[in-house]
Nanobody, 119 residues
Framework: EVQLVESGGGLVQPGGSLRLSCAAS????????MSWVRQAPGKGLERVSD????????AYADSVKGRFTISRDNAKNTLYLQMNSLNSEDTAVYYC????????????RGQGTQVTVSS
């Protein structure tokens, strides 16, 4: 059974940083590309970042480029998202998601972790 479990969310002040983690199980992690997607209150899903199976390729939405960094540790079956210079528009539920190929459609998504940016 594919399982994706996010952690690391919370309340942070504008300008602050958070690091999200996603523990993956039930599949060969290194064989799949991964994504972070988010959903802000009252809005649809936004694909934030993608990373290839071996981590050699990454992509970011314009809204987070230069502030967020996606990475993975295939030995630990874990995906990360380092988020810096957070602002109120980053408030959302963040999900990690699996993709069969880099930048392809996501087929599984975790339960999400809440990130709230507020003073």
């Amino acid at each position: 059974e594919v399982q994706l479990v996010e952690s690391g969310g919370g309340l942070v002040q504008p300008g602050g940083s958070l690091r999200l983690s996603c523990a993956a199980s039930g599949f060969t992690f290194a064989h799949y590309a991964m994504s972070w997607v988010r959903q802000a209150p009252g809005k649809g899903l936004e694909r934030v970042s993608d990373i290839s199976g071996m981590g050699g390729s990454t992509a970011y939405a314009d809204s987070v480029k230069g502030r967020f960094t996606i990475s993975r540790d295939n030995a630990k079956n874990t995906l990360y998202l380092q988020m810096n210079s957070l602002n109120s528009e980053d408030t959302a539920v963040y999900y990690c998601a699996r993709a069969k190929f880099y930048s392809g459609p996501n087929d599984y998504r975790g339960q999400g972790t809440q990130v709230t940016v507020s003073s």
